[in-house]
């Protein structure tokens, strides 16, 4: 149920690798439980990054949460749509929800995160 | 942790349930915003059982509840009822609560669920001998229809009379055979009501006013839509814009605090707080943009600091807002910082309610003042 061609963390961010640029968001699980997203605050492009830290916050109507890159690198493009509506990420988590791209220092990062499958008994074992 | 009789009818509304007061409770059924502005606009339905329910009966009953609350319960005719606070021998409050006369020595009292056992008690200590407290809470259910068209859907449901029954006052109905104590009141800043039933009742009672209300738009509300709404109309929530070390001059609740009504538990510290002034009192801020003050955020102006007690984003309002402990000394009009994710956002401090039904922003409308 969640897209094979993207890996995931377990504080529910997305990753779409391409070569050494990754593309990162949260994934439905996330946004559903979160309700509905009000405001999300991104860093801005050029900003550097280290995997497991926070890259930003969302805000829904009951709670705020920090947003965590799951890759090192610098931000080169943020989703300026997200500013005026934040909604895309309840609606479109995986495509236009998108947040950030990194240009990473060390595309094997991504190894270490998630497959869906994996993805998805992290869900259950958490439910 | 205890769990509302409709759980499962929640969960099958598609419910997000989550923890409040000790209640597994419906947080959502998916949009806490289409909520809301289900109730700004039309009518919403809450299951608010969890909020305690106490019958207060017996010689002295009048006597003792004035003894222990602050506004004045000798202007209640049979069937009116009246916003209230509790408070201690210091003038802190130990609960906000609604009571109902509904003979002259039988009182029907509304009080916060996180309170419920705490108030009990404190009753119960300082009443008579001769006054009964019944707790109602176990045995009924309480759903609160709200909204400028909840009068329409509860007619809808059959309820009958309800053009006899004004704001603040309570009576007793049946729809479709089931009977139901039902008083004109609410938490959202709307008209509204509020309807208990029998628990065994509670199922049937709530498919109807759904069924009936859907001509009219109705959405079950949770307790996140329930939030925003209060604190839109800048109604305070125990806990955070009062508690026993918070006074009812602080939290500018002076309103329903009748000092010349003689002599009450509390009276002598709140009279002197009113007197000589207090250092810090509730206030609305609204933040520029969409960013979301939350309860304990650090606020900075020129009058010197403060912290939100609530904060939401507003969807009426489309801002983020907030209510906050500032100097008392603080103007409507100044310009304030709040430390909002660990960044100052700027925000400025307004009239309280944020919003209010008799000026309700037209939808759709600009301002073009």
Redesign the interface.
């Known amino acids: 149920m969640y897209p094979e061609d993207l890996k995931y963390s377990q504080s529910h961010e997305w990753v779409r690798a391409e070569d050494d640029l990754a593309t990162i968001g949260i994934t439905d699980f996330a946004a559903e ?1 979160l ?2 997203i ?2 999300i ?1 991104l860093p801005e492009v050029g900003t550097t990054l280290s995997a497991g830290q926070s890259f930003g ?1 969302i ?1 829904s ?2 709670a ?1 949460s920090e947003l965590i890159s799951p890759v090192s690198g610098e931000v080169v493009e943020v989703n300026e749509d997200l500013e005026s509506t ?1 909604e895309l990420v309840n609606q479109e988590p995986f495509s236009s929800g998108w947040m950030i791209i990194v240009k990473m220092e060390d595309p094997s990062e991504v190894d270490l995160l998630m497959t869906s499958e994996e993805y998805e008994h992290f869900i259950e074992a958490e439910e | 942790m205890k769990t509302p009789v409709l759980k499962e009818i929640h969960v099958r509304l598609g419910a ?1 349930m989550g923890e409040f007061a000790g209640w597994e409770l419906p ?2 059924y998916g ?4 909520e809301v502005r289900a109730v700004r606009n039309a009518v919403g339905v809450f299951d608010v059982s969890h909020m305690g329910r106490l019958t207060i009966t017996g010689d002295g009953a009048a006597d003792g509840l004035q003894s222990l609350l602050t506004n004045d319960i000798s202007l209640l005719e049979d069937g009116g009822g009246q916003y209230t606070l509790m408070t201690n021998e210091r003038g802190g409050v130990v609960d906000d609560l609604i009571v109902f006369r509904r003979l002259e020595n039988e009182f029907h009292l509304v009080v916060n669920a996180s309170n419920h056992e705490k108030d009990t008690a404190w009753l119960r200590n300082r009443l008579p001998d001769s006054v009964r407290i019944e707790d109602r809470t176990p045995d009924t259910a309480l759903f609160a229809v709200q909204g400028q068209r909840a009068k329409d859907a509860l007619e809808a449901a059959g309820l009958e009379n309800l053009n006899l029954l004004r704001r603040f006052h309570i009576m007793d109905g049946s729809i479709s055979g089931i009977s139901v104590r039902v008083s004109r009141t609410g938490y959202t800043g709307e008209d509204g009501f509020e309807i208990e039933c029998k628990k065994d009742d509670a199922e049937a009672l709530w498919e109807i006013i759904l069924s009936a209300g859907s001509q009219f738009g109705i959405k079950p509300c949770g307790l ?2 329930r ?2 709404l209060r604190t839109e109309a800048a109604l305070p929530l125990y806990g955070h814009e009062i508690d026993e070390d918070i006074s009812p001059v602080e939290a500018g609740l002076m309103r329903w605090v009748k000092l010349s009504k003689g002599d009450f538990c509390g009276r002598a510290a709140i009279a002197a707080a009113a007197q000589f002034g207090v250092t810090r009192k509730i206030m609305g801020i609204k933040i520029e ?4 003050p ?1 309860s304990g955020d650090a606020v900075k102006c020129t009058a010197g600091d403060g912290s939100v007690t609530s904060g ?2 507003s ?1 009426t309002l489309g801002c ?1 807002i907030a209510m906050a402990f500032m100097p008392a000394d603080a103007k409507v009009g100044l310009g304030v910082n709040v430390n909002i ?1 660990g ?1 100052q956002r700027a925000g400025v401090i307004v009239e309280l309610p944020f919003y209010s039904r008799k000026n309700k922003p037209l939808e759709g409308t600009q301002n073009v003042s």
Do not use: L, M, Q
């Open positions: 439980e309700g509905d009000v405001n605050e916050s805000d109507v009951k705020a934040p | 997000r947080i959502d949009s806490s915003i289409a996140a839509a939030d925003v943009g969409r960013f979301v939350r939401t984003f969807p983020g994710h960044a």
